[in-house]
C-alpha cells in the first residue's frame, strides 16, 4: 500500500496555498513589510521554540518591546494578551530566573499552540492580498 502512494497524483495546490507559499518565500528573503515579518518570525519562533527563545533572539538584534508592540497590532485579543502575558513574564525572567516565571512563560506557549491558526488565518488574508508572479 505504501509503495503505490508515490504514483498517486498530488491534488494541485489552491491558490490560497500558493499565495501562502509565496508569502513564506518572501518572509525568507527578508521582503515582507512589518508588522507581517515580525508576526512570520513569531509564529515561527514559538513553533520550533518557545516565547523565550524568541524574545531572546529579538532582543539579540532589535529592540523586544517594539516586536511585540508590531504583532500585537495584528494579533487577535486572545494572542495579543498572551503575548502581552509572556513579555512581562520574560521581563521578570531576565531578571530573575525562577521556575514559577518559566513556568507561566510555558503556559503562553501552550495557549499560542491552541490558538495559533489564528495567525495562519491572519497570513493567509495578507497572502490574498499579493500579486503573485
Given at each position: 500500500?505504501?509503495?503505490?502512494?508515490?504514483?498517486?497524483?498530488?491534488?494541485?495546490l489552491?491558490?490560497?496555498?500558493?499565495?501562502?507559499?509565496?508569502?513564506?518565500?518572501?518572509?525568507?528573503?527578508?521582503?515582507?513589510?512589518?508588522?507581517?515579518?515580525?508576526?512570520m518570525?513569531?509564529?515561527?519562533?514559538?513553533?520550533?521554540?518557545?516565547?523565550?527563545?524568541?524574545?531572546?533572539?529579538?532582543?539579540?538584534?532589535?529592540?523586544?518591546?517594539?516586536?511585540?508592540?508590531?504583532?500585537?497590532?495584528?494579533?487577535?485579543?486572545?494572542?495579543?494578551?498572551?503575548?502581552?502575558?509572556?513579555?512581562?513574564?520574560?521581563?521578570?525572567?531576565?531578571?530573575?530566573?525562577?521556575?514559577?516565571t518559566?513556568?507561566?512563560?510555558?503556559?503562553?506557549?501552550?495557549?499560542?499552540?491552541?490558538?495559533?491558526?489564528?495567525?495562519?488565518?491572519?497570513?493567509?488574508?495578507?497572502?490574498?492580498?499579493?500579486?503573485?508572479?
Open positions: 500500500m505504501g509503495l503505490f502512494n508515490i504514483f498517486k497524483k498530488k491534488e494541485p489552491t491558490e490560497e496555498q500558493i499565495k501562502l507559499d509565496f508569502l513564506w518565500d518572501q518572509w525568507r528573503q527578508e521582503q515582507v513589510p512589518a508588522p507581517y515579518s515580525t508576526l518570525t513569531y509564529y515561527t519562533e514559538i513553533t520550533k521554540g518557545s516565547h523565550i527563545s524568541f524574545f531572546l533572539n529579538i532582543a539579540f538584534y532589535g529592540k523586544v518591546d517594539k516586536a511585540v508592540e508590531r504583532i500585537g497590532e495584528v494579533l487577535p485579543p486572545i494572542l495579543k494578551e498572551n503575548l502581552e502575558t509572556a513579555y512581562s513574564h520574560y521581563l521578570v525572567l531576565i531578571n530573575e530566573e525562577n521556575d514559577e518559566e513556568s507561566k512563560i510555558r503556559e503562553c506557549d501552550t495557549v499560542f499552540d491552541e490558538n495559533k491558526s489564528l495567525i495562519t488565518d491572519i497570513l493567509q488574508e495578507y497572502a490574498n492580498t499579493l500579486e503573485v508572479y
